[in-house]
């Protein structure tokens, strides 16, 4: 099975213009993300999806292997689907290149169902919240399984609301998703013919659009210490923690 990995990668956030290239201890963030993902033994190649000129270049620069994609993909799996369809694969994983912080053996988690269940299309990452600030944070979208992992809701919103009892363990994201290509190329056809789904496009959860579709995601649970920068507020966070394992040799700066 041919395995790559996607780093989706755009400069006009909404929230942070500028993300991907925003500086982690001397080198962008992009180049965090990157050399995470390029330690996942399972991967046949690792690309960086981008719409701009600059990240392009920054990545060519610093030895990244990157991929040119069209300025009017609504979202950042509609990009990962162009690069699926330019190079092909049996499975496409896409990371979300604002997570710095991820560990490989969390991302890999992602591929490991596909190895036992043919039947798979959709795998999805989550963590237990340990701060209760993220539970009623807004940027960090929670997920909702059944009792087999399956994805039955994500909301920014917290839920499910403990009227009846205290006693839940609140998950949120990992953007980590691993792909079959036909659910890619669904995913792509449906925003090309009908735009967002609505639930979808109400919550600003892309993987929204596979659950409103009856697509079964599985979701695996990983222990992850990964901090999605949002704002430049998590990148302070995110540059104290590298600061940190810089400091204390868990990992260096090439």
Known sequence: MKIIGVIPARYKSSRFPGKPLADICGKPMIWWVYQQCKKVEDFDGVFVATDDKQIFDTCEALGISAVMTSESHRTGTDRIGEVARKIPADLIVNIQGDEPLLEPNTIAAAIKPFYSNSNLQ??????????????????????ITN?????????RAMAPYPKGSLEFNYYKQVCVYGFKPEALQFYCDYGMTYGKAKIEAVEDIEVLRFIENGFKVQYIEVDSESVAVDTPNDLEKVRKIVEKKIKNGEISVG
Do not use: A
Not at 122 to 140: E, G
Not at 147 to 155: A, D, F, P, S
């Open 147 to 155: 009792k087999e992992g399956i994805g039955v809701y994500l909301t």
């Open 122 to 143: 959709i795998s999805n990452l989550m963590t237990r919240i340990i701060d209760p600030i993220d539970v009623v944070n807004f940027t960090v979208p929670k997920v």
